[in-house]
């Protein structure tokens, strides 16, 4: 019964993680239509300015620091990059977000190596948060939750309740409307595209000491992120949010089992699961979850 308990734990603090990496590239291609390939990238960036930064300063400020650096740089690839992309349709920006994300990972080769780094837990969260039956559950798997529940929460609060929300909800289906209002629309999708991005740095921060921070994690998640978003539907934040706690389920469970499965162990085959279960949904219902827009 630990074990299940435990388990259960890790799956939501995995799920919630995938849904904090996910959340920004779905509210970017919800009013964009932008499916950026280099997100993970930015989820990358993100660990690394951490470790850097917590390296100075301690994590704390790295805490507020990495993703607010991450969602600058975003605003300016947005601003003197993508939108320039943006006019010759989406193959263009397939091509010139594919080429970000290996200048991202070539440049992080160039500063911090091929080798992972040692960003570590803050020694304040880095001890047991409770224990059952002598199975300890780590105070840091807690601190993910929390953080990733209060983005949650943030984010619905802006979208739903705050004038800069009304204003994003209305350039995703009228910009034409909000742009004669007198609202610069070309800068509203600066402004997500950079928050879009510096919620993957966010993630990287809490992820990247969490797991592992080294130049091939945007490699290791960026499969799994699409995943989530095409399970989840395109463009739809709560889709996302089920198909994130969902895939972290699979793979967690999956991951921590031993049973026989044709001539396999269930966790020999863990890696392949998120995939099927993206194959059966394409089957079953091609839109997703809670998808409202095919591209």
């Known amino acids: 019964m630990d074990f299940l308990l435990v388990q259960v734990l890790n799956s939501i603090s995995y799920g919630l993680l995938l849904f904090m990496l996910t959340s920004g590239l779905t509210i970017?291609?919800?009013?964009?239509?932008?499916?950026?390939?280099?997100?993970?990238?930015?989820?990358?960036?993100?660990?690394?300015?951490a470790y850097q930064i917590s390296r100075w300063i301690g994590f704390w400020p790295a805490l507020a620091l990495a993703p607010l650096l991450v969602g600058a740089i975003g605003m300016l690839v947005e601003r003197f990059a993508l939108r320039r992309a943006h006019k010759f349709g989406h193959v263009a920006e397939l091509l010139f977000t594919v080429g970000l994300a290996y200048l991202i990972e070539e440049a992080t080769h160039l500063i911090w190596g091929r080798t992972a780094v040692p960003y570590r837990v803050p020694e304040e969260l880095d001890g047991p948060l409770f224990s059952i039956m002598g199975t300890q559950y780590p105070i840091y798997r807690g601190f993910m939750m929390l953080v990733a529940l209060a983005m949650l929460a943030s984010i619905w609060l802006v979208l739903k309740r705050t004038r800069i929300g009304l204003v994003i909800q209305a350039a995703l289906t009228h910009p034409e409307t909000v742009e004669a209002l007198g609202h610069n629309v070309p800068r509203v999708f600066m402004l997500v595209f950079g928050g879009g991005v510096a919620l993957a740095g966010l993630a990287g921060v809490i992820g990247g000491n969490a797991f592992v921070t080294d130049p091939g994690m945007a490699a290791a998640l960026g499969p799994i992120v699409f995943v989530i978003v095409v399970v989840g539907g395109m463009g739809s934040l709560g889709g996302a949010f089920i198909a994130s706690i969902l895939i972290g389920f699979v793979q967690t469970f999956a991951v921590s089992l031993d049973w026989g499965l044709f001539g396999y162990k269930v966790s020999q085959v863990a890696p392949v699961l998120p995939y099927l279960v993206m194959v059966l949904m394409l089957i079953v219902r091609p839109k997703g979850l809670m998808g409202t827009r095919e591209g």
């Open 28 to 49: 970017v291609f919800s009013l964009m239509g932008v499916l950026n390939f280099a997100h993970t990238s930015f989820y990358m960036m993100g660990a690394y300015f």
